[in-house]
């Protein structure tokens, strides 16, 4: 059920979600939100939690199939052992999707999902949310105009759940992945990664032509922690994904002071404070969808960013666990 553009002033565009645990909730409701959006219904493996979610938003809780017969698009949030095949499902009905990362289990998956979607007229987004926080955004319009020569991101945090230990490569260092990769627009050309306390602390440090990207995630450590840091031959570039807020420091130079005969050092240094438009990153990400789908363009996050992505934790958390091409510690990638 491709949507007509022709019709695209004449009705709300039909949104649905599959899968509405805490991420697909928060889809629910921001559909629920936006305007020429009509939030046609939802639907969950478990029927009950769909109802709740159903009446919260004000719409129907149905299964899969009569929830794609009331769509224009959907967002697909049900666990990655599944995406391949409920996405599959949503296309063959003609449904636009925007799935949540990854993509799939696998690249191969993912690249027949990417061709399904070309064939069929569709679009297919990834929904690599931080692409959306408006402070990236703001340097994603700097980073142009800048040398940059290394890049820095930390993703820190103590347990959500102590008794559930999720992988913290792919559940946390792919927003990073994704990130710098958009900024740098391009792949690297060798990673390296380790990890400690059974995976739940790792780094990963990817080389590109002229640039290296140092990358950190955990669960182990007793403060949250959401930062980039872009160094530029001209400037040092700091976002905190938390605050929405990025700071540039230009003109740093070191001076040696006089005071009563006393030598002083002091370090001074311009700071910008360049305007960011804050707002939720998921509301900007299903605006973005959606315009997409209107217009019949390519989205902000393709289905080829999605397998990149996830083509680059996998290798990363094959280093981290050991199981790289000859148990090595670096891979080039080809």
Do not use: W
């Not at 050092?265 to 969808?289: A, I, K, Q």
């Amino acid at each position: 059920m491709s949507m007509d553009t022709s019709q695209e002033s004449t009705r709300a565009v039909r949104a649905g979600v599959i899968g509405v645990g805490a991420m697909g909730k928060n889809h629910a409701r921001v559909y629920s939100e936006l305007r020429d959006v009509a939030l046609a219904g939802v639907c969950d493996h478990d029927r009950e939690v769909a109802r709740t979610v159903a009446a919260e938003y004000g719409t129907v809780a149905t299964d899969l199939q009569s929830l794609l017969e009331r769509c224009d698009v959907v967002t697909v949030a049900v666990p990655t052992p599944v995406h391949y095949e409920t996405v599959s499902q949503c296309l063959d009905a003609g449904v636009h999707v925007l799935v949540e990362k990854p993509i799939a289990e696998t690249t191969d998956q993912g690249r027949r999902l990417a061709e399904q979607a070309r064939e069929a007229g569709l679009v297919l987004q990834v929904g690599h949310i931080e692409r959306f926080n408006p402070a990236v955004q703001t340097v994603a319009e700097l980073i142009d105009d800048l040398e940059v020569i290394g890049l820095e991101a930390e993703r820190l945090g103590p347990p959500v759940d102590r008794t559930a230990r999720g992988n913290v490569v792919f559940d946390l260092m792919v927003h990073d992945v994704d990130v710098v990769g958009s900024l740098l627009d391009e792949q690297p050309e060798s990673v390296s990664a380790m990890g400690t306390d059974d995976g739940q602390y790792a780094t990963a440090t990817m080389a590109y032509d002229d640039v290296v990207a140092s990358l950190t995630a955990s669960r182990v450590t007793q403060k949250k922690v959401r930062k980039l840091t872009v160094t530029a031959t001209e400037c040092l570039v700091e976002v905190d994904y938390l605050q929405q807020s990025v700071l540039i420091h230009r003109n740093s130079y070191p001076e040696y002071l006089t005071d009563d005969g006393q030598r002083r050092y002091r370090h001074e240094s311009v700071v910008e404070r360049p305007r960011v438009d804050n707002g939720e990153p998921l509301r900007h990400e299903l605006e973005s969808f959606l315009e997409a789908v209107r217009t019949d363009s390519e989205p902000a996050v393709t289905a080829e960013d999605g397998i990149e992505a996830l083509e680059l934790v996998q290798t990363i958390d094959a280093l981290v666990d050991g199981n790289a091409p000859e148990r090595e510690r670096e891979v080039e990638i080809r």
